[in-house]
Nanobody, 119 residues
């Protein structure tokens, strides 16, 4: 069974940086993409960054040029480097994998890690 465990969240001042990590255990069976989502208080969960199996990367407009998604296949880790953080980036960040299913894709989720940007 696939298990995703995030780490690296915390409190950071505006303009600061954090690096989130997601440890992946289990088989990435028929994976389509590896993703980072976030959910701020009273807001819907939003897709922040995507790394597809072909190596392509996509980012939400709000984080382009500031966030970078990467993967270490040997260590089975997914990362999100976040620079020039601002208070609007405050949210719980979730690691996600999307897989081909029978008919429709399905998702696996981590438990989330809190990122708070505040002075």
């Amino acid at each position: 069974q696939l298990q995703l465990v995030e780490s690296g969240g915390g409190l950071v001042q505006p303009g600061g940086s954090l690096r989130l990590s997601c440890s992946i255990s289990g088989e990435l069976f028929r994976v389509i993409s590896l993703n980072w989502y976030r959910q701020a208080p009273n807001k819907e969960r939003e897709l922040v960054a995507t790394l597809n199996t072909g190596g392509g990367r996509k980012y939400a407009d709000s984080v382009k040029g500031r966030f970078a998604i990467s993967r270490d296949t040997v260590r089975r880790m997914l990362f999100l480097q976040m620079d020039n953080l601002n208070p609007e980036d405050t949210a719980v960040y979730y690691c996600n994998t999307r897989h081909l299913g029978i008919g429709t894709p399905y998702d696996n989720w981590g438990q989330g890690t809190q990122v708070t940007v505040s002075s």
